[in-house]
């Protein structure tokens, strides 16, 4: 099996969220599976220099928004990855530092459009044989709006590869105008209500779903969810239209960067065969770390942590609101790591300072700090509105920190609830609520802090997550077989 797997980030490469990570961690687990991997990668600035070795395929003139690109393909090297990287290097659209969609505004780039048009160009002429080098893909795997458009380009191909599209977000659409459209000079064709128009403008996100030959997203759940006006984003009816060929993969995670037994960041090691002392040494060492001098009695009080954007869709805001009312009728602390809305980072300061050693709050991230709260907190706080798939719970379930989330996506695929009835049957490894609101999630919080008393059953809970495989050998499977 040839498969080129096209990504617009891909960690450690370049990363801006949650697809950088499966496009390290699936790719990885499809080359071990015997797959013929290439990766197709915008040849962002700060990609280029993270590179150890490249060579130039050639030269493709590409089209873009009423100009014509001369673009250089290369093909490179890097520890992290046993196969090859194919870059899409073109100055003109991708030199530039920092965020590799928004600009120092923190708005989309203005030429967003064209950049993934010609990428998309690029990825298709690639997926054919263009060079001639004598490898040729019996499927692509596109990634998100940024690989949308690859689809309808490969439409009349000779021999055409298998497409898959993979929405990590629906959020995100990819939209543009309609005067765009023919400046990028794409086909008349292409224009209608089946193809890849969206509300007068287009979507590269619609044509990845509607000239793919499977969709897939990042969960079971979602899958479901995104076939409903409230997850649908204008485009539910079309998803229900093609549910016979959407499937929900569960995301895996790095196993080796994100282990207890193996975490480079962690003063100490632990495993599901031996959780303490280790466990309860990060708790410490954690504590330390925003200068308190934590005692035994310290120490075996409950510690709740969260990190991420500090964004509605995060449940931020539900957090900050429970947060009095648990200090006040129960012994819990709380560390809060993550940047966003400047309101929430308020809310965090004006929290720490109020309630000193209670609140340990710190804005931006840091990806120690990240590892150390994974392991040394007690319950991690997850408690996102949506969530397509989520990591952290994952990499919490597998550091024994009992994750507590919002019953959506991919949180309510691997978050069973802690009811007395899960309890008896030995499945359960968290805590789920059911309302978005702040009442249900200090309910829950509430349920989860009476358990934390009863150290035999917490422990089993704890050990019902550590004992689960989250790796990506068996979403790599499912993938495999959807590409066959």
């Not at 991708?94 to 998309?120: I, M």
């Amino acid at each position: 099996m040839k498969l080129l797997f096209v990504t617009s980030e891909a960690y450690p490469l370049m990363k801006t969220g949650g697809l950088g990570d499966v496009a390290y961690g699936l790719p990885l687990a499809l080359h071990e599976q015997g797959v013929d991997v290439r990766m197709l990668l915008p040849g962002y600035r700060d990609l280029l220099v993270r590179l150890e070795s490249a060579r130039m395929l050639g030269w493709l003139e590409l089209w873009g928004a009423g100009r014509l690109h001369t673009v250089r393909i290369l093909e490179a090297r890097q520890t992290d990855y046993p196969f090859p990287l194919w870059i899409v290097d073109c100055p003109a659209l991708f030199d530039r530092p920092g965020n590799p969609y928004l600009g120092p505004d923190g708005l989309d780039w203005p030429d967003n459009g064209e950049r993934f048009t010609v990428f998309a160009r690029a990825a298709a002429a690639l997926a054919t044989d263009v060079f001639g080098q004598g490898w040729r893909a019996g499927a692509v795997h596109l990634n998100d709006w940024q690989a949308g458009l690859v689809a309808p380009l490969l439409e009349d191909a000779a021999q055409r590869p298998k497409r898959i599209f993979t929405i990590h977000n629906l959020a995100y659409g990819g939209h543009f105008p309609r005067h765009l459209y023919y400046l990028l000079g794409l086909p008349g064709e292409w224009w209608h209500p089946e193809g890849v128009e969206f509300y007068g403008g287009f979507s590269m996100l619609k044509a990845g779903v509607v000239y793919s030959d499977i969709i897939t997203t990042v969960s079971p759940t979602y899958a479901r969810e995104i076939c409903t006006p409230a997850f649908g984003y204008g485009m539910e009816n079309l998803l229900q239209s093609r549910q016979y060929k959407l499937f929900g993969i569960l995301n895996g995670i790095d196993t080796g960067t994100w282990s207890p037994a193996l975490d480079r960041y962690l003063p100490a090691h632990y495993s599901s065969s031996q959780i303490e002392p280790g466990k309860q040494a990060n708790k410490r060492a954690l504590l330390e770390h925003f200068g308190l001098k934590p005692d035994q009695a310290l120490l075996e009080q409950p510690l709740l942590g969260a990190v991420g954007r500090l964004v509605e869709q995060k449940g931020i805001d539900m957090v900050l609101a429970a947060i009095p009312f648990l200090l006040e009728y129960t012994q819990a602390r709380f560390v809060l790591v993550g940047s966003g809305q400047h309101n929430f980072e308020h809310a965090i300061r004006e929290l720490a300072q109020r309630y000193p050693g209670r609140v340990l709050g710190f804005i931006g991230y840091d990806e120690r700090l990240a590892h150390l709260l994974e392991a040394g907190s007690d319950l991690f706080l997850m408690p996102s509105r949506f969530e397509p798939c989520g990591l952290n719970q994952m990499f919490s379930l597998n550091y024994g920190t009992l994750p507590v989330v919002y019953h959506t996506g991919g949180l309510a695929d691997t978050v069973v609830n802690a009811t007395t009835e899960n309890v008896r049957a030995g499945t359960a490894n968290g805590f789920v609520f059911y309302s978005p609101d702040t009442q249900a999630l200090q309910g829950t919080l509430l349920w989860a802090l009476q358990l934390y008393e009863n150290n035999p059953l917490w422990r089993q809970l704890q050990l019902n997550g550590m004992q689960h495989d989250f790796s990506w050998k068996q979403s790599a499977h499912r993938y495999l077989e959807l590409y066959q």
